[in-house]
């Protein structure tokens, strides 16, 4: 059942700048949705118009069936953490926490409950007391998350709440929130330009470009089948060549792959661990580097023309640069402009 449905929304600023343009999104109840993109996609200007903090151009937004477009936050049943979290720093966790509530005239017992509760479920039980300043960057986001949160908003909006912490701390609070979604089943729109943390913690990754939807998939299928040139790219790291298809084969500087299509230019992706490599001589490449990461390896490779592609190897011992290499593709894409992939 889609609990928040997004129609046809534009956003057009002064300018003009069309930063969401005519976007369409069903989420599902108790769905984590990642919005991904690069830098001026639209995602927070998208998130912030679920919200209530940017007014649709055009569209409509209904949540529950209800149309939400033009509400003002406040009459929304969302709650939206920021990337800065905007905490009132002369008050204390407690009363940062309570403040909503308050206004809202609830009993002082409940109160208290519940923000003794969402405490806890933040990690930060017994912090109450604490002024904001006293607290690390890890757990005044915690609070900030715990202030949404206390207010049992039907819609969770999350915007690159973890950008200015570290990585180590970034990937602790990742696995929190996504511990706390799945125990309060919350839906949750979470916007960031880390493919790892879509890919950590998404049910469905939408890849934004130019305002509009690129790809909308779970995190696998978004990895395993990207649907443009544009995703292959983005998510991961992929090998993407461009190139001839001619008689059934795609053509690159003595690199060729079966690729049943039509003749004609094409892009060809492979990601490196699809990319098995055998010793030979000449060889179809040449080996630049090789860098071993204990696990794994990877080699960098050039084909004849000098294009560059990588290889993840298990045995990284068996190659040393100036080696010639044939190339095993075992999962390749491969694209037309505004095509969708053909898989082979
Ligand atoms: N208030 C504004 N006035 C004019 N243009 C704006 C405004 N806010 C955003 N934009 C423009 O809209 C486009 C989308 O911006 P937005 O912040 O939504 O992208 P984003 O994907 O969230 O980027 P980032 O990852 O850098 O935060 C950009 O071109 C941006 O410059």
């Given at each position: 059942?889609?609990?928040?449905?997004?129609?046809?929304?534009?956003?057009?600023?002064?300018?003009?700048?069309?930063?969401?343009?005519?976007?369409?999104?069903?989420?599902?109840?108790?769905?984590?949705?990642?919005?991904?993109?690069?830098?001026?996609?639209?995602?927070?200007?998208?998130?912030?118009?679920?919200?209530?903090?940017?007014?649709?151009?055009?569209?409509?937004?209904?949540?529950?069936?209800?149309?939400?477009?033009?509400?003002?936050?406040?009459?929304?049943?969302?709650?939206?953490?920021?990337?800065?979290?905007?905490?009132?720093?002369?008050?204390?966790?407690?009363?940062?926490?309570?403040?909503?509530?308050?206004?809202?005239?609830?009993?002082?017992?409940?109160?208290?409950?519940?923000?003794?509760?969402?405490?806890?479920?933040?990690?930060?039980?017994?912090?109450?007391?604490?002024?904001?300043?006293?607290?690390?960057?890890?757990?005044?986001?915690?609070?900030?998350?715990?202030?949404?949160?206390?207010?049992?908003?039907?819609?969770?909006?999350?915007?690159?709440?973890f950008?200015?912490l570290d990585q180590h701390l970034r990937e602790r609070l990742r696995e929190?929130?996504r511990?706390?979604?799945?125990?309060?089943?919350?839906?949750?729109?979470?916007?960031t330009?880390g493919q790892d943390e879509a890919l950590a913690m998404a049910?469905?990754i939408?890849?934004?470009?130019?305002?509009?939807?690129?790809?909308?998939?779970r995190p696998d299928i978004i990895y395993r089948e990207p649907?443009?040139?544009?995703?292959a790219g983005f998510i991961g790291t992929m090998n993407l060549?461009?190139?001839?298809?001619?008689?059934?084969?795609?053509?690159?500087?003595?690199?060729?792959?079966?690729?049943?299509?039509?003749?004609?230019?094409?892009?060809?992706a492979v990601r490196p661990e699809a990319l098995d490599l055998t010793a030979a001589?000449?060889?179809?490449a040449r080996v630049h580097r090789v860098t071993d990461y204990g696990t794994h390896g990877l080699v960098d490779l050039d084909?004849?023309?000098?294009?560059r592609l990588k290889s993840m190897v298990a045995h990284p011992d068996l190659f040393k640069p100036g080696q010639?290499v044939d190339l095993r593709p075992q999962a390749v894409s491969?694209?037309?402009?505004?095509?969708?992939?053909?898989?082979?």
């Amino acid at each position: 059942m889609s609990v928040l449905k997004i129609s046809e929304v534009s956003k057009i600023f002064a300018g003009p700048t069309v930063a969401v343009d005519k976007f369409s999104l069903d989420v599902a109840d108790g769905e984590l949705v990642c919005l991904l993109g690069p830098s001026g996609s639209g995602k927070s200007t998208l998130l912030r118009m679920i919200g209530g903090f940017e007014r649709p151009t055009s569209g409509l937004i209904t949540i529950d069936g209800e149309d939400i477009t033009h509400q003002p936050p406040e009459k929304r049943p969302t709650g939206m953490v920021f990337q800065s979290h905007a905490l009132w720093t002369h008050m204390n966790v407690f009363k940062n926490l309570a403040f909503g509530l308050k206004l809202r005239r609830l009993p002082a017992s409940e109160i208290k409950q519940r923000v003794e509760a969402v405490l806890e479920l933040v990690g930060l039980a017994g912090y109450g007391g604490r002024g904001v300043n006293q607290l690390s960057g890890g757990q005044q986001q915690r609070v900030a998350l715990a202030r949404s949160l206390v207010l049992e908003p039907k819609i969770l909006l999350l915007d690159e709440p973890f950008a200015s912490l570290d990585q180590h701390l970034r990937e602790r609070l990742r696995e929190e929130v996504r511990d706390i979604q799945q125990r309060l089943k919350i839906t949750t729109l979470f916007v960031t330009h880390g493919q790892d943390e879509a890919l950590a913690m998404a049910d469905r990754i939408v890849v934004m470009r130019d305002g509009r939807t690129e790809q909308v998939d779970r995190p696998d299928i978004i990895y395993r089948e990207p649907q443009t040139p544009f995703v292959a790219g983005f998510i991961g790291t992929m090998n993407l060549v461009e190139g001839e298809v001619s008689n059934g084969h795609f053509k690159r500087a003595g690199f060729a792959v079966d690729m049943p299509i039509a003749d004609g230019p094409a892009v060809l992706a492979v990601r490196p661990e699809a990319l098995d490599l055998t010793a030979a001589e000449p060889g179809t490449a040449r080996v630049h580097r090789v860098t071993d990461y204990g696990t794994h390896g990877l080699v960098d490779l050039d084909l004849r023309d000098g294009t560059r592609l990588k290889s993840m190897v298990a045995h990284p011992d068996l190659f040393k640069p100036g080696q010639g290499v044939d190339l095993r593709p075992q999962a390749v894409s491969a694209y037309r402009d505004n095509q969708r992939a053909y898989r082979s």
